[in-house]
C-alpha cells in the first residue's frame, strides 16, 4: 500500500515480517540518532528511497558528508519494479566539490539581510554604522551589476561602504564559489519540487561557506512558507546545523532558523527529519518538537536517559534495548508506527556516496 513504507523486517518476528512506517505521518518532526557506524546514514537512505517511492514529498537533504550524492545512482541487486520506478524521479545533486557534477550555488543579494549580515560577522547592536549602511543600501541591491558587489561598493564615496567591499574581500565571502551571481541557484531548483534535492554541503573549503549554504536554502524555504507545499527537510548530522552552542552569527541564525521550523513549521508543511549522534549535540527545543523517533544502536547511558525524558512515547524496555543493537538495527517509536517496533534495516537501493576509510592491510 502507498501509505505503507517498507523499510526492513520486524525483529523477534516469526517470519521476518516487514517492517512499516506510515507515508501519512511523515508530516511530523522526526528524530534519527545513534552513535556513529549504527548506520544511521545507511538507514536514512533506505527511509528516503521509499518516501521517494511511495509518496509525492519533495525531499530537500541537507549532507554534510556528502553521503548522499549518489541518491540518483540506482544499484544493479535492486528489485526491478523499484529500480524502475525509482527511475523516473527527479532526483537533483548539488554538488560543494569543484568537477563533481551541478554546482551548489546560490544568490548572495538574494539572502535576508540579517543573514548577509551575519555572513560578514556584521551586528546590528554592535557594529551599528555598518549594520545600518548595509540596511539602507537595500534600495540599490537591484543596480548591482550581477557579479561585482565589491565593485559596486567602491564606487560609492561612502567609506563604510568601502570598509564593507574590505571585509567581502578579507574575509574571503566575495570569492566563495557558492555565490551564483548571475547563475541558476539551488533555490531555483527546489522551486520547481523535484523529488529529491541533495544539498552537498560536503565539499566547500571551510565550514563558513558551507554553513552559509545551509542558510540560504533555510531561510528560502522559511520565506516561501505560505505555499504551504508539504516537504521534508532532511539534516544529516543536524548537530552542524543544529547546535545548542553556535559559535559563528551564521550558526546562531542556523539554529534559530531550525528551531523556528521545529516549533512553527508543522502548519506550513515544513516537516524536519533530524539526525544525529547524540541527543545533546542538537538543540533541545527543536528535539522536544519531534513526534518520530528512530533510535539505532546508543551505549551511552546518559544519552538513553535524555532521550527517555524527551521521548515519553518510546518504551523504556526497548530504548535500553539499543546498546545491544547490532549495525542497521533500530527501535522506531512515535505516530509514523502502529506500535514502537524493533527493526532490521532492509537493504538499500541507490548507492552510498561516502563510504567508511578501509584500514590498509599488507
Ligand atoms: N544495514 C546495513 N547494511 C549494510 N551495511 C550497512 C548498514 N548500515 C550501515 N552499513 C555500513 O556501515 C558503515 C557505517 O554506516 P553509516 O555511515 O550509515 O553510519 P552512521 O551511523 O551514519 O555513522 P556516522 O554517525 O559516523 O555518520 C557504512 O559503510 C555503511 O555502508
Ligand atoms: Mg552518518
Not at 520506478?85 to 537533483?92: K, N
Not at 554592535?126 to 534600495?139: F, I, S
Amino acid at each position: 500500500m502507498a501509505n505503507e513504507l517498507t523499510i526492513g523486517t520486524l525483529l523477534e518476528s516469526e517470519s521476518a515480517a516487514p517492517a512499516r512506517l506510515l507515508a501519512s505521518r511523515m508530516n511530523r518532526h522526526t528524530f534519527w540518532c545513534g552513535q556513529s557506524g549504527s548506520g544511521k546514514t545507511y538507514a536514512l537512505g533506505v527511509a528516503l528511497e521509499q518516501i521517494m517511492l511511495h509518496t509525492r514529498l519533495p525531499l530537500v537533504i541537507f549532507d554534510p558528508n556528502s553521503d548522499f550524492v549518489k541518491l540518483g545512482e540506482i544499484r544493479d541487486d535492486a528489485p526491478e519494479a523499484e529500480a524502475a520506478e525509482l527511475r523516473t524521479r527527479d532526483i537533483r545533486v548539488r554538488h560543494s566539490t569543484t568537477g563533481a557534477g551541478d554546482p551548489l550555488r546560490t544568490r548572495f543579494l538574494q539572502m535576508p539581510l540579517r543573514s548577509r549580515a551575519a555572513i560578514l560577522q556584521i551586528d546590528p547592536v554592535l557594529n551599528p554604522d555598518d549594520y545600518n549602511t548595509m540596511l539602507r543600501m537595500e534600495t540599490d541591491i537591484s543596480l548591482i551589476e550581477d557579479h561585482d558587489l565589491v565593485g559596486f561598493m567602491r564606487s560609492h564615496p561612502d567609506r563604510i561602504r568601502h570598509e564593507l567591499a574590505m571585509r567581502l574581500e578579507n574575509l574571503g565571502v566575495a570569492e566563495w564559489k557558492l555565490w551564483a551571481w548571475g547563475e541558476r541557484s539551488i533555490t531555483d531548483e527546489i522551486d520547481e519540487l523535484p523529488d529529491a534535492t541533495v544539498v552537498d554541503l560536503g565539499g566547500f573549503a571551510t565550514q563558513a561557506e558551507s554553513r552559509a549554504a545551509a542558510l540560504a536554502v533555510l531561510d528560502h524555504l522559511w520565506e516561501n512558507r505560505e505555499q504551504r507545499i508539504g516537504r521534508l527537510i532532511v539534516i544529516d548530522e543536524a548537530h552542524n546545523l543544529c547546535t545548542p552552542e553556535p559559535a559563528t552569527p551564521v550558526e546562531k541564525l542556523l539554529t534559530e532558523r531550525i528551531v523556528q521550523i521545529a516549533a512553527e513549521g508543522r502548519k506550513y508543511g515544513l516537516w524536519l527529519l533530524l539526525s544525529t549522534q547524540r541527543p545533546s549535540k542538537v538543540h533541545p527545543n527543536a528535539l522536544s518538537q519531534c513526534d518520530n523517533l528512530a533510535l539505532m544502536r546508543m551505549s551511552s547511558p546518559r544519552d538513553l536517559a535524555d532521550l527517555s525524558e524527551v521521548f515519553g512515547y518510546a518504551p523504556e524496555s526497548l530504548l535500553e534495548r539499543s546498546p545491544a543493537f547490532t549495525q542497521g538495527q533500530a527501535l522506531f517509536a512515535g505516530g509514523f508506527v502502529d506500535q514502537p517496533s524493533l527493526v532490521q534495516m532492509g537493504a538499500r537501493l541507490t548507492h552510498e556516496g561516502g563510504s567508511d576509510v578501509k584500514v590498509p592491510l599488507r
